[in-house]
């Protein structure tokens, strides 16, 4: 997964930490079901604001679990200019 505690991990990334909430560990866990940042998006998309990793992959499609990675924009690549 390409979130900052794996990336840690890996030495790709500085720090652990989400970038949106900055308070807890970037985990799949945290980013699809705990991230505060992410409540309102979740809410939309999964009709709850707070879910365990096991809830979501349980009641969601990968569908849905997908069109919530895209709302969060949290994988857009930053292009540079040619």
Known sequence: ???????????LSDTKTCPLCESA????GHFL?????????????F???YASISDIFE??????ILK???????????VADP
């Open 47 to 49: 009709n709850t604001y």
């Open 25 to 28: 560990d970037e985990t799949v």
């Open 1 to 11: 997964a390409g979130l900052n505690y794996h990336l840690y991990k890996m030495t």
């Open 68 to 78: 919530y990675s895209h709302k969060t924009k949290r994988f857009n690549r930053i």
């Open 33 to 45: 079901g705990q991230c505060p940042a992410l409540a309102r998006t979740r809410g939309e998309v």
């Open 59 to 64: 009641n969601h499609s990968i569908a849905a």
